[in-house]
């Protein structure tokens, strides 16, 4: 069965410091795997998004991690700011005519308080 | 990218009745879905939204329960029907744009109520 499990399930640091969320995965066959943040009452918002080529990609102050080997992916927040309070979703796509449809992770819930 | 609206944005309903929600996208997209995220979880996935064809339900979503429409590459409504307090949730409308990630877009969400 296809699952993604995110951890930790919520996190509380201080503006302007770091964290890493996890993501593991056991979906197959793989395509890509994508970061998601959702704000409160928002859709989601991609973040980003990585084949299995691809072994870090950064996005302004994110950087995601890819290992298809261990099936594993990391997000780092660096020097986190108020804005990034939100919820950070690892979502997983499948090859072929299953590439859209995608497994998605329970998400890390991150406050960032002053 | 695409820029998705969702219409209302937020509903408060009473029991028994149904709500339908608009999704538009400003420009053509081939794929179309809708998904559900109840409070204090990740999406479901209700279906997929087919144009000009019946959409595409996943298991555990009937039609009767979730007819969608896809009249065109641009729209399309999701309705819940007969709802009870159990259907309180956010209901997301996304967009797969194709290409070599396949991303997909989601629009702001329609929080739903049911009293």
């Known amino acids: 069965k296809n699952q993604v499990e995110q951890s930790p399930q919520s996190l509380i640091i201080l503006e302007g410091k770091n964290c890493t969320l996890q993501c593991n995965y056991t979906v197959s066959p793989f395509s890509n795997l994508r970061w998601y943040k959702q704000d409160t009452g928002r859709g989601p918002v991609s973040l980003t998004i990585m084949t299995f080529s691809e072994n870090t990609k950064s996005n302004g102050r994110y950087t995601a991690t890819l290992d298809a080997d261990t099936k594993q992916s990391s997000l780092h927040i660096t020097a986190s700011q108020l804005s990034d309070s939100a919820s950070y979703i690892c979502v997983v796509s499948g090859q072929g005519a299953a590439g859209n449809k995608l497994t998605f992770g329970g998400g890390t819930r991150v406050l960032v308080k002053p | 990218s695409a820029v998705i609206s969702q219409k209302p944005s937020r509903d408060i309903c009473q029991r028994g009745t149904s709500l339908t929600i608009q999704c538009q996208v400003d420009s053509q997209v081939t794929m179309m879905f809708w998904y559900r995220q109840q409070p204090g979880q990740s999406l479901t996935l209700i279906a997929t939204a087919n144009q000009g064809s019946e959409a595409t339900y996943e298991s555990g979503f009937v039609i009767d329960k979730f007819p969608i429409s896809r009249p065109n590459l641009t729209f399309s409504t999701l309705t819940v029907s007969n709802m009870s307090p159990e259907d309180s949730s956010i209901y997301l409308c996304?967009?797969?744009?194709?290409?070599?990630?396949?991303?997909?877009?989601f629009g702001p969400g329609t929080r739903l109520t049911v009293l």
């Open positions: 996304s967009v797969g744009t194709g290409g070599a990630y396949n991303e997909q877009f």
